[in-house]
């Protein structure tokens, strides 16, 4: 009897679960829109899981077209080894999840431990009260008018001084640069000393790249693969046995925790020693003069390095590429910043860079084509409806995105694909300093909307504005290649490979100071 057991039941187990697969894929296969709703095709126990590996590749693309086919710009992604996923680039459901029922819509647990080993307890990685009281700092010192002016002193610094002279040896050496590396560093450079009031020297080229901006880049892109990993089960495994890319993480991490909470104790040291000294202009001495935990000012901290330099370097790489095919906005870019400086007696200045709306716009343009953040996620804590009628059951993820949004005719019209900066302002240009259209950040929702908007989005537009300026009132960015460059979402955007360029000195401009 036993005997039987073994070699028998296994078998007609086998035998009864084919047949009920086959049943199921029958009966899957004509319902399949009625129960994808506009998703791909969807399995019992796997989900999408075949379609979700056959486009590991390319996901941004395959879930455009999807939602590009689905009537209300929403769909559903099942799969084995992941939440119940809704996928939207419908703004009347962007709203509802970041503002409407914002209480509703936490980044929830899956998310936060994708990041939450690199970020901590950071005012991106967490819910709640601990978000709340970090939120309600951060507001107050992003909103102070000696932040801004230290941020504009240490801008022009490294532009005049580092970023410019880099820009001119290329010129007279005739040498190729990746300028979004270039970016990169300089906007590391400039977050650093606004963050930690430190200087990371990442813009010294003879160099090798600084131990911590290494660590930087390895973190959040492992962290990234996390997040797209077919089946999360994976990564844990990994992490748990410390093996493969996890245990390449932990190393970073560390470096990145140790190197960060170093700068944090050794700037207590000093405030502590001279408790009269005026407090310096950078975050995270306002934040310990504040009486914060050293922990919870070392994961704030490394929040902001993250957001600060990654999102404004990745916007400007691929403006300066959208303009090299777009002479004529270049033209007018320029028409606008050179009328504005008064032909170079004026300075850079905060007041000067406010009114370049058309800078803005064409920043703006560059950020819809090309997300900083393709997308972003949320959980729901209970049961709720979008306002596009999806059922969004308990603990299912909701993502927005901004990279599909783009695609959407009924967003942005039948020039949806085009550069146009004309889009964002009011008036047809005849002069420079003609306001900006409202747009709802809903519909353009790169900063995030509702009670999480970005922070230090006013001073990312200043940063951006300000090396885009100076670097085009003296030099023409020419790319090295002609075609479009391949869009590599990590936790920010990059182009694949980087972006090599020439660089000539520009005839004919004032040049500003």
Not at 55 to 66: E, I, K, S
Not at 84 to 106: D, S
Not at 258 to 272: A, G
């Amino acid at each position: 009897m036993l005997l039987f057991f073994i070699l028998f039941v296994p078998l007609g187990l086998f035998l009864s679960l084919l047949f009920f697969s086959s049943f199921f894929h029958e009966f899957n296969n004509s319902h399949l829109k009625m129960l994808s709703n506009y998703g791909p095709p969807s399995y019992p126990f796997i989900g999408c899981l075949i379609s979700f590996y056959k486009n590991r590749r390319r996901l941004l693309d395959w879930y455009t077209d999807l939602l590009s086919a689905s009537p209300s710009q929403t769909i559903i992604i099942k799969r084995l080894g992941g939440r119940r996923t809704i996928v939207t680039a419908n703004p009347a459901n962007v709203e509802h999840v970041l503002k409407t029922n914002f209480g509703n819509f936490p980044k929830g647990k899956p998310f936060t431990e994708i990041l939450g080993d690199l970020l901590g307890s950071g005012i991106f990685n967490v819910d709640g009260d601990l978000w709340c009281v970090q939120r309600k700092l951060a507001s107050h010192e992003f909103s102070t008018k000696n932040l801004r002016e230290f941020v504009v002193k240490i801008l022009q610094e490294k532009v005049e001084n580092r970023l410019i002279p880099l820009l001119e040896d290329a010129v007279k050496n005739q040498k190729v640069l990746d300028l979004q590396d270039l970016l990169k560093r300089f906007a590391f450079d400039n977050v650093s000393e606004v963050s930690l009031g430190v200087d990371s020297y990442s813009l010294d080229l003879s160099n090798p790249v600084p131990p911590l901006l290494q660590a930087f880049d390895t973190a959040s892109m492992i962290s990234a693969m996390r997040g797209m990993a077919p089946v999360y089960a994976l990564w844990k495994t990994k992490r748990a046995l410390n093996l493969g890319v996890e245990k390449n993480l932990k190393e970073a991490i560390k470096l990145v925790h140790d190197s960060v909470l170093e700068i944090v104790k050794s700037k207590k040291r000093v405030l502590e020693k001279d408790r009269d000294r005026k407090v310096d202009g950078d975050l995270l001495s306002r934040l310990l003069s504040a009486g914060h935990d050293e922990e919870v000012v070392r994961d704030m901290v490394i929040s902001f390095i993250m957001a600060g330099r990654d999102t404004t370097s990745a916007a400007m790489t691929w403006l300066f590429w959208l303009l090299s095919k777009n002479r004529n906005a270049e033209e007018m870019l320029l028409n606008e910043v050179t009328y504005l400086l008064n032909n170079g007696e004026k300075e850079l200045d905060f007041e000067v860079l406010k009114d370049m709306n058309y800078l803005k716009a064409s920043l703006c343009e560059s950020m819809r084509l090309y997300p900083p953040v393709a997308w972003d996620s949320k959980h729901a804590v209970v049961d709720d409806v979008l306002p596009d009628g999806t059922l969004v059951g308990k603990g299912d993820r909701v993502t927005y995105f901004p990279f599909g949004m783009r695609r959407m005719e009924n967003l942005w019209g039948k020039d949806r694909f085009e550069f146009k900066p004309d889009r964002w302002l009011e008036e047809p240009w005849v002069t420079p300093g003609r306001s900006m259209k409202s747009v709802s950040p809903y519909k353009f929702p790169v900063f995030q909307a509702g009670p999480r908007v970005c922070l230090g989005k006013d001073m990312a537009f200043i940063q951006m504005k300000y090396v885009v300026a100076a670097i085009l009132l003296r030099f023409e960015i020419n790319p090295v290649n002609e075609e479009e460059p391949a869009f590599l979402p990590l936790l920010t955007a990059h182009m694949a490979g980087g972006f090599k360029v020439t660089v000539t000195r520009r005839k004919g401009q004032g040049g500003g100071r």
